[in-house]
């Protein structure tokens, strides 16, 4: 028995021996893997966020917030869009008394804990003046990472699947005719991809004076809109454009959550022999998921949600039960780039493609949506944003629109700077910039 003893404990050395050999050799393996990396990257030295400063400007007509983060190595800074139109004043409140303490003397390298810790720090969380503030950071901490590893941000998100990214312009107008021609000019142009829209969001440019206005009830300002006006006129505009500009232009639109659920399943039922591209925000985002489940059984037409999103629980289940086809997040109201990644793996698995909201982000914005929508294999659209010109002289490195696709250029990061000096001639106005009051003919308040 003791010989057997024996022998099995020399067997449990000899065994425990050769597992200290293999980590030994393991473990100097992978220092001298260091080494080698360490020798290739020049030995790149230990970055401190030293400041962290926002601006707000307006170079045309959108409200833009821009974080700008400097690091501990002279020249090497990164920008980020933080642009919330309605609320600058907040975000920037938010950046200078609460984001800038916690981040001065962190390090810019460590860009999912940084998010992880400031989303954490408030203690409540969520909301769309915070997660502005939240995007400004992370996007400007991916512009560093890019910068410092010399390539552009899309190469470290695992390099280009596509050459370009494809845009969807608008054509508008209060008459069929003039939605025509709009459209058309933008085909010229090379776009083939059209949101169509008649009279303004809920056709309230073509309602009638309301009879709550006749009462005195409201404000001078208060918009009106007339829903059945617009349940009509939609499906005239499809079968018109479809008529005059044929079947291969992608057609888009949106009802901007502006009626009943069961008007908006109705009417989308009635758009699918148009075959339309997407429709988007049949309802509101406090919408009961049974309603989504409603429009699932009742017609297959493409849906896009998520303009007003900023909580996971609003676009998880959706996504995961298939209930839409395009999720539509503004990436500085949901966090970020960081979480706008997230968003398209999640998406990824469940055949969900991404088009991220367009409208009042900035160029460095425009920027992130770009880099990661060339980088994801179930990228589905981009919303279109025209910079004038002196949108284009404070953001040299603008992305290019070359024949209806956003073309980004090949500089470290981002690609975008942001001229300071020139940004403070474009002042953001300090009077509250709100959403007017709309109304049914009754006076009745409903979603904008």
């Known amino acids: 028995m003791n010989m057997h003893m024996n022998r099995r404990n020399m067997m449990k050395l000899a065994a425990l021996g050769g597992t200290a050999g293999v980590l030994n050799a393991v473990t100097k393996h992978g220092e001298a893997m260091a080494a080698t ?10 970055l401190k966020i030293t400041d962290v400063k926002v601006f707000l400007t307006i170079p045309h007509d959108q409200n833009l917030v821009v974080v700008k983060i400097e690091t501990s190595e002279p020249g090497l800074f990164g920008y980020g869009c933080a642009s919330y139109r309605r609320r600058p004043h907040l975000v920037a409140e938010a950046i200078e008394r609460y984001l800038k ?3 001065i003397g962190k390090d810019p390298d460590q860009i999912e804990d940084l998010w992880q810790t400031t989303y954490n720090m408030s203690y409540w969380r969520n909301g769309s003046i915070f997660n502005n503030a939240l995007s400004g950071m992370d996007q400007a901490l991916w512009d560093i990472k890019g910068k410092r590893a010399n390539m552009p941000v899309y190469q470290l998100l695992g390099v280009k699947v596509r ?12 008459d069929l005719e003039t939605v025509e021609r709009n459209a058309k000019d933008l085909m010229q142009q090379g776009f083939r991809h059209i949101r169509i829209q008649l009279g303004g969001y809920g056709s309230e440019n073509l309602s009638k004076e309301p009879d709550f206005k006749k009462h005195g009830f409201g404000a001078e300002g208060d918009i009106s809109v007339d829903i059945r006006v617009y349940l009509e006129k939609l499906p005239e505009l499809f079968a018109h454009i479809r008529q005059t500009c044929g079947k291969k232009i992608e057609l888009l639109h ?6 009943n659920p069961v008007d908006a399943i109705h009417l989308i039922k009635q758009l699918e022999e148009y ?18 489940e409603m429009l699932r059984d009742q017609t297959s037409c493409p849906i896009a949600m998520g303009v007003l999103f900023n909580n996971p629980t609003e676009w998880v289940s959706l996504i995961s039960n298939m209930m839409i086809d395009f999720i539509r997040v503004h990436v500085s109201h949901v966090g970020g780039l960081s979480v706008a990644r997230k968003i398209s793996v999640l998406s990824e698995m469940f055949n969900v493609r991404t088009a991220w909201h367009g409208h009042g982000v900035s160029p460095v914005g425009h920027a992130a949506n770009a880099h990661l929508d060339l980088a994801i294999p179930n990228f589905g659209i981009q919303e279109v944003v025209q910079f004038n010109d002196h949108t284009q002289e404070v953001f040299p490195g603008c992305p290019k629109i070359e024949n209806g696709y956003m073309v980004v250029n090949e500089a470290p990061g981002f690609g ?3 001229d300071e000096k020139l940004s403070a001639k474009f002042p953001v106005a300090d009077e509250p910039l709100n959403w007017p009051p709309i109304r049914k003919n009754d006076g009745t308040a409903i979603r904008p």
């Open 101 to 103: 303490p916690f981040l």
């Open 275 to 292: 075959d339309p591209f997407f429709v988007e925000d049949p309802f509101p985002p406090e919408t009961h998921q049974r309603y989504f």
């Open 163 to 174: 050459f370009a990214v494809d845009f969807y312009a608008h054509a508008r107008g209060d």
């Open 37 to 46: 990396y360490e020798k290739g990257t020049n030995g790149l030295k230990p």
């Open 416 to 418: 975008v700077d942001f």
């Open 254 to 259: 949106d009802i901007h959550e502006r009626i």
